[in-house]
T-cell receptor, first 114, second 114 residues
Framework: DTGVSQDPRHKITKRGQNVTFRCDPISEHNRLYWYRQTLGQGPEFLTYFQNEAQLEKSRLLSDRFSAERPKGSFSTLEIQRTEQGDSAMYLC????????????FGQGTRLTVV | DQQVKQNSPSLSVQEGRISILNCDYTNSMFDYFLWYKKYPAEGPTFLISISSIKDKNEDGRFTVFLNKSAKHLSLHIVPSQPGDSAVYFCAASGSNFGNEKLTFGTGTRLTIIP
């Protein structure tokens, strides 16, 4: 296992299209997070899964966004009807649980909406 | 509101000298603090962390100091090396928050001058 994997690395889409990103966490990690990073800012929390349960969603996550983690393994983040303001780096992170607080990040998916 | 603040957007340090990156926080419920390093087009990489029960943690060339009364932490890198040039993010989490999501600062771009 080489760490958190995200796919695709880059995505260019036209405004109004739907996009889906995938995250494969470190295999033994039961906690999975999605963050978004825009230029000049630090990553901002979007949503959190513990196993397959989505336990929290940020107010940043509008109803055009949906995330899933079927079977508590990989996760997907879908953005419907993309807008130019959705252009950002989308980061996935995982951590093992209560004994380990360090979250390990994937390389991110860079979304550009044109 | 920005609960984690990094007031220096950039810092330049001569190779071999000490680099000191600063971070302030406002939420007294934070009890775990982390530093991440980020290269362009990559996800953040965990560097070092500190629990609120400690005031110092050291790992090789990296030392993090925590001053709880001042709600301030700093990262010392000594000696600084060219490979340390990156953006450094301070992050905080709270065990009482349930999901232990990370709240990030806006980052400091460190440039090591050969």
């Amino acid at each position: 296992d080489t760490g958190v994997s995200q796919d695709p690395r880059h995505k260019i889409t036209k405004r109004g299209q739907n996009v889906t990103f995938r995250c494969d966490p470190i295999s033994e990690h039961n906690r999975l997070y999605w963050y978004r990073q825009t230029l000049g800012q630090g990553p901002e929390f979007l949503t959190y899964f513990q196993n397959e349960a989505q336990l929290e969603k940020s107010r940043l996550l509008s109803d055009r966004f949906s995330a899933e983690r079927p079977k508590g393994s990989f996760s997907t983040l879908e953005i419907q009807r993309t807008e130019q303001g959705d252009s950002a780096m989308y980061l996935c992170a995982s951590r093992q649980g209560a004994r380990s607080t360090e979250a390990f990040f994937g390389q991110g998916t860079r979304l550009t909406v044109v | 509101d920005q609960q984690v603040k990094q007031n220096s957007p950039s810092l330049s340090v001569q190779e071999g000298r000490i680099s000191i990156l600063n971070c302030d926080y406002t939420n007294s419920m934070f009890d775990y603090f982390l530093w991440y390093k980020k290269y362009p087009a990559e996800g953040p990489t965990f560097l070092i962390s500190i629990s609120s029960i400690k005031d110092k943690n050291e790992d090789g060339r990296f030392t993090v100091f925590l001053n709880k009364s001042a709600k301030h932490l700093s990262l010392h890198i000594v000696p600084s090396q060219p490979g340390d040039s990156a953006v450094y993010f301070c992050a905080a989490s709270g065990s009482n928050f349930g999901n232990e999501k990370l709240t990030f600062g806006t980052g400091t771009r460190l440039t090591i001058i050969p």
